[in-house]
């Protein structure tokens, strides 16, 4: 399955995913080996994203945002990432979102970080006539019972991957 993540600037970013669950045009649950690693960087803290990593990213069409929960290469939490963004478009073999600039990282110990305010054209109350700023506002309500979700999802249907790739090779 495609995740095309459609940039401000009307750049396409295409990645390869596996589907861990779909509901077409409600939401979806991707996983998404990481081959080239990466790093987040803000005022506060880091995440590192190693080669090997592994994000489970989860989408709605009705919320104004995704998640993405990134483990290192031994299944430990590294920290979840949410990003504002503009549709989602779900369907059976692509998840298309356009983003908004705007991010909001969380490292395991809760501590968050606002990312990437500095690259919006306009102040954020009147950029896309306010819909990021009140985006942002409604991820920072639900962020103390969204995340902990997500990551107790994302831990689950990653066991349940394994176990079916263990049903698969016989073991």
Request: aromatic letters at 10%.
């Amino acid at each position: 399955m495609i995740e095309r993540k459609e940039r401000y600037d009307g750049v396409i970013e295409e990645y390869m995913c596996v589907p861990l669950f779909v509901r077409p045009e409600r939401e979806a649950v991707l996983y998404h080996h990481i081959e080239k690693p990466f790093r987040i960087q803000s005022n506060q803290f880091a995440l590192t994203v190693p080669k090997g990593g592994c994000t489970c990213a989860f989408y709605w069409t009705d919320r104004p945002y995704n998640v993405y929960v990134f483990r290192d290469t031994r299944n430990r939490l590294i920290g979840t990432y949410i990003n504002i963004v503009g549709q989602t478009e779900i369907t059976e073999s692509y998840v298309l979102y356009e983003d908004r600039i705007i991010d909001v990282a969380v490292c395991p110990a809760g501590r968050l970080a606002v990312l990437d305010e500095e690259e919006l054209p306009v102040a954020m109350n009147v950029f896309e006539g306010g819909r990021v700023e009140h985006a942002l506002n409604r991820v920072l309500t639900e962020l103390p019972t969204l995340v902990p979700a997500v990551i107790r999802t994302s831990e689950q249907m990653l066991k349940n991957m394994v176990k079916g790739e263990d049903n698969r090779q016989g073991k």
